[in-house]
């Protein structure tokens, strides 16, 4: 079965201090690894996408990676307005139009 | 630049009563899911659309049924609520499907059945 878990559940920090959070996943013949943005009371909001093992994607204070297990999101330096919950989702692996997501790192940075 | 809009953004409803939530995008997205979100869990698909008058069953699909009359509109109904469909529901867009192109989501319609 697909599925995709994601690690910790919450996360506190300090403002500068640097992180990471995780996305695991079981999903066979991976067409893509997708990270999403999502403030409280808002939809998802897309951050990036990896194909393949090895891909790394950066955006101000967050970089991506990808390995055929994982994915990591790097948080360098974060600042309060980078408190949100992060979401990885994958395409199921029958080819359907279904993303699995996962249940998200909600993200805390204190100022 | 609207993007994806949500009406209505909450509502409250009795068991067994219908509503219908829509969804409407302005990116000519021919892509078009419904998605629901509960507490600890990923979000999951209840009907998606790949196209104007085309709809398939997602995920959890039971208890909810959907129409695309027009590209740009989605609409997911309710026939007769009960509490498990409390939840907070989000229509999302994608202009190339789930392997290549992002999903665009809305703010999200909060339910709550009593």
């Known amino acids: 079965e697909d599925q995709v878990t994601q690690s910790p559940e919450a996360l506190r920090l300090q403002e500068g201090e640097s992180s990471s959070l995780n996305c695991s996943y079981t999903v066979s013949g991976l067409r893509g690894l997708f990270w999403y943005r999502q403030d409280p009371g808002k939809g998802p909001e897309f951050l990036f996408t990896?194909?393949?093992a090895g891909e790394e994607k950066e955006k101000e204070r967050l970089k991506a990676t990808l390995t055929k297990k994982e994915s990591f999101l790097h948080i360098t330096a974060p600042k309060p307005e980078d408190s949100a919950t992060y979401l990885c989702?994958?395409?199921?692996?029958?080819?359907?139009?279904?993303?699995?997501f996962g249940p998200g790192t909600r993200l805390s940075v204190l100022p | 630049n609207a993007g994806v809009t949500q009406t209505p953004k909450f509502r409250v409803l009795k068991t067994g009563q219908s509503m219908t939530l829509l969804c409407a995008q302005d990116?000519?997205?021919?892509?078009m899911y419904w998605y629901r979100q509960d507490p600890g869990m990923g979000l999951r698909l209840i009907h998606y659309s790949v196209g104007e008058g085309t709809t398939a069953k997602g995920e959890v699909p039971d208890g909810y049924n959907v129409s695309r009359l027009k590209k740009q509109n989605f609409l997911l109904g309710l026939e007769s609520a009960a509490p498990s469909q409390t939840s907070v529901y989000f229509c999302?867009?994608?202009?190339?499907?789930?392997?290549?192109?992002?999903?665009?989501f809305g703010e999200g319609s909060r339910l709550t059945v009593l």
């Open positions: 989702a994958v395409p199921e692996a029958r080819g359907g139009q279904n993303f699995v």
């Open positions: 990116m000519n997205h021919e892509y």
């Open positions: 990896l194909y393949s």
């Open positions: 999302a867009s994608s202009d190339r499907g789930p392997w290549t192109g992002e999903l665009f």
